[in-house]
């Protein structure tokens, strides 16, 4: 049995609490590795070691920042098949979404080697006679981050790498699920030359985050997980003064007006319901079908669905894995099975689902919900796995109305050929990220990612330029050398003369 331990100060730290959490394998249902569980002192141990680090790391010149960056980078690009190992070997996914979730998160890690742009400052001269203002932008301190089991690396790698970039620590709590990819990050960052304490890592579950979010010396909470903990998240965290973005679930739309090219559609469909096992926030989990377009829809997205196969994550003909955990799979599996009782059609049923020599693994097949109602459990519930739901809408009206009362706001996508309607849909629809024929619009390193509604808490989203903003905070200089000639007392108001 494997232990993962915190990282605290640059070293390795067995758990002291005496608490564990179990790691599985998906594939297989068999406990792999035990996860130290941090108590409260635990997590002040490495606010500790992050706050002594911030001492010199946040003064450190940007060129001596950067260039740990471009190692890391380098160290990354090297370890890219490593990394994607440890995530299949306890998320699931297969190795090929994995090393694509490496490959995102490297972009942030490529984002921050050139903070030196991003830090560039503002210089207004001679506003007033003799008078420079200029803006410049500082680290916050020591900040922490809590990431969710879906993306073990990538999520991790929207936070850290920007936040020390500007300049800060950082104490990261990644899920106890999959934490085997958050500590080689951490390990890697110190090959790289990451000072000490710039980056910790600490295990475990409510415990450890709650110290988090009341920690005196942490100046602000990077959050990306479920809406009901993102909500806590933020309530907790800035009733205790800290800046804080909390990124939640999701359920995302895909709306296809009549005149889209229904094969392009019902391909895009499929691998963004079913990609990553619909582990994804970004995952499509309900497609709205307009006009006349849904029974050729339904048949062509069916047709594709059960092609796909499923199987071990190390398995390289492998399209789609097991789940995380075999809760998980129930839990989904009940939505499957509740559907029909609420109207839906049941055009595929995953339920009962196995791979042979893989019995106890979190096996679950691929469903396709049709003529979904909006009071659909399978419909208003984010399920987080492999089941899509067709809904039907007469106009494009009434679909986009559908779209903006879900209550979640994360990502959304139209497939049409028609450019007007595409420009309207994105300026009438309510979510953070759209596609126009692109399903899954995860935005590139140098644009923010973010929801809207109850798929964020806080206002500014992750990574490019918000995230900059994020952990950093402004400060504006008003510069006058006089000349010695000009004395004298003046009790005004300071204006511009
Ligand atoms: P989760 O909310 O259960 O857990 C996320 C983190 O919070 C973990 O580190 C976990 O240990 C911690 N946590 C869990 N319960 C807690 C509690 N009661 N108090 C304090 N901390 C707690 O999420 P998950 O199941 O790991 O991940 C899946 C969810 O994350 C989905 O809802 C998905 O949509 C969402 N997600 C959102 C985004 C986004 O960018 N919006 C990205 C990825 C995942």
């Known amino acids: ?17 005496g608490a564990f959490g ?144 500007c300049g800060n620590t950082f104490v990261l709590k990644p899920s106890e699920k999959d934490p085997s990819a958050a500590l080689r990050l ?42 009901p903990i993102a909500r806590h998240i933020h309530g907790v965290a800035t009733s205790h003064g800290k800046r804080v973005q909390a990124l939640g679930g999701a359920k995302n739309h895909m709306l296809v007006l009549p005149d889209a090219d229904l094969d392009a559609a019902a391909d895009a469909a499929v691998s963004a319901a079913y990609g990553s096992a619909g582990e994804r926030c970004m995952a499509i989990s309900a497609v709205v079908a307009v006009g006349d377009t849904g029974d050729a829809l339904v048949a062509k997205i069916r047709d594709r669905a059960e092609k796909i196969k499923i199987g071990p994550g190390d398995d390289p003909t492998s399209e789609m894995g097991p789940l995380i955990t075999k809760a998980h799979r129930d839990k989904v599996a009940s939505y499957v099975h509740g559907a029909a009782a609420q109207g839906a059609e049941v055009v595929l049923d995953g339920t009962g689902f196995t791979v042979e020599g893989y019995e106890d693994g979190h096996w679950i097949g691929l469903s396709l919900l049709d003529k979904v109602s909006t009071d659909a459990d399978a419909y208003r519930d984010e399920i987080f796995g492999p089941v899509l739901c067709v809904l039907r809408a007469a106009t494009y009206e009434e679909g986009i109305a ?8 994360n990502g959304t996508a139209i497939f049409t050929r028609d450019g007007g309607a595409a420009r309207r849909f994105q300026l009438e629809v309510q979510a953070g990220m759209v596609g126009v024929n692109v399903p899954i619009p995860v935005p590139v390193g140098y644009h923010s990612f973010g929801g809207w509604k109850d798929s964020i808490f806080g206002d500014h989203h992750i990574y490019g330029n918000d995230g900059v903003h994020f952990y950093t905070r402004g400060k504006v200089v008003t510069t006058r050398w006089p000349n010695p000639e000009d004395g004298g007392v003046d009790l005004g108001f300071p204006s511009h003369r």
């Open 1 to 17: 049995m494997k232990t993962v331990n915190h990282w605290i100060g640059g070293k390795s730290v067995e758990g002291a609490s």
């Open 22 to 165: 179990q790691v599985t394998d998906p594939a297989t249902g068999a406990v792999t590795t035990e996860v130290a569980f941090a108590s409260a002192e635990e997590v002040d141990a490495a606010v500790a070691a992050a706050k002594a680090a911030f001492g010199t790391w946040g003064t450190s010149s940007l060129a001596a920042r950067t260039a740990v960056l471009f190692r890391y980078r380098a160290l990354l690009d090297a370890h890219r098949d490593e990394l994607a190992e440890l995530i299949t070997a306890e998320h699931g996914k297969v190795h090929s979404d994995a090393l694509g979730e490496v490959a995102r998160g490297l972009e942030i890690v490529e984002l921050a080697c050139g903070i030196t742009l991003q830090l560039k400052g503002e210089l207004s001269t001679q506003v007033s006679g003799g008078v420079d203002v200029a803006s410049i932008r500082q680290p916050l301190g020591v900040v922490a981050g809590i990431t969710p089991f879906n993306f073990p690396a990538m999520v991790p790698m929207w936070m850290f790498p920007l936040a020390v970039a």
């Open 186 to 227: 951490a390990e890697l960052a110190a090959e790289a030359g990451l000072p000490d304490g710039v980056l910790n890592v600490v295990h475990g579950d409510k415990v450890a985050v709650d110290r988090l979010l009341e920690h005196p010396d942490v100046a602000a909470v990077s959050f990306v997980g479920s809406t």
């Open 402 to 409: 559908l779209i903006n009362a879900s209550p979640w706001g």
